[in-house]
């Protein structure tokens, strides 16, 4: 088991982060495996990716101590270890913004070598290896969309995501409040169609309030574009996920 303290300096920073970094060699699918499997603690109860670190909490991670932070044999090299160069504007669980220098490949093809952006955010990201390239896709990561910008803009789109952070992480705070109300209402013998009821209205009143908030985000975020960048983000998001890299033929081979 490995047992550590939150310092005065991580007081406030999300607990999964604090795990990612502390497991440095772990694939982050294994770190949130253990937070499904229940064997991160905070002050002896269960740790909870989204929640926040105060200091002087208790973690404990249950697990081999050697492998969980010695660096196993035939770690990967090269491309997927390389040193990251692009920029981020916003990180969390479910998103990453970054700003791509000119000239770096966004994904491997045809006369492209040495690491490309793909390469770069697999390695942020800790992808595991038996994540086939293919998973992380231009289409799918459409970071050009961001080549170009000028500071003030960077700037801007940080302040966007700054401003919504505490609106969101109260909406999902009452998410969570909310699901576990409708957990408990359904849970007792026998179940009340009226608290049942008003426990799934509020869910729904919460998933409303978070559309409305990326809608809030994103047209922050459209207002600091250019109208080419505006249009250029546009074609990105909608790109069928199905056409192939440049280099690759769609033609099946024979």
């Known amino acids: 088991m490995i047992e550590l303290t939150v310092s005065a300096d991580a007081a406030g920073q999300r607990l999964d982060k604090y795990v990612r970094r502390a497991l440095r060699d772990v694939p982050l699918s294994h770190v949130y495996k253990m937070f499904r499997t229940r064997k991160i603690r905070v002050n002896g109860l269960r740790g909870r990716a989204e929640q926040l670190l105060a200091d002087g909490d208790k973690i404990a991670i249950r697990g081999d101590e050697e492998r969980l932070l010695v660096p196993a044999e035939g770690t990967v090299k090269g491309p997927r270890a390389a040193r990251r160069t692009f920029g981020i504007l916003h990180e969390d669980e479910h998103l990453l913004v970054v700003d791509k220098p000119a000239g770096l490949a966004a994904h491997p093809g045809s006369g492209i070598e040495g690491a490309t952006l ?11 290896a038996d994540l086939p390239p ?4 231009e289409s799918d990561l ?5 080549a170009g910008l000028t500071d003030a803009q960077k700037g801007d789109i940080r302040a966007v995501f ?10 999902h705070a009452a998410f969570e409040a909310d699901r576990a109300a409708m957990k408990a209402a359904l849970e007792k013998t026998p179940p009340d169609p009226c608290e049942v009821g008003a426990a799934a209205l509020k869910l729904k009143g919460d998933r409303e309030a978070r559309r409305a908030l990326l809608e809030k985000v994103r047209t922050g975020v459209l207002a600091v ?30």
Do not use: F, I, N, Y
Request: charge should be negative; aromatic fraction near 0%; include cysteine.
């Open 142 to 146: 459409p970071p050009e969309t961001l």
């Open 134 to 137: 293919g998973s992380l896709r």
């Open 162 to 171: 700054e401003a919504a952070k505490p609106e969101a992480e109260a909406l």
């Open 225 to 254: 574009l250019t109208p080419a960048q505006q249009a250029k983000l546009a074609g990105c998001l909608e790109a069928p996920k199905d056409v192939p890299p440049p280099g690759e033929s769609s033609e099946p081979e024979e």
């Open 118 to 128: 793909v390469d770069e955010v697999r390695a942020h990201l800790r992808v595991p």
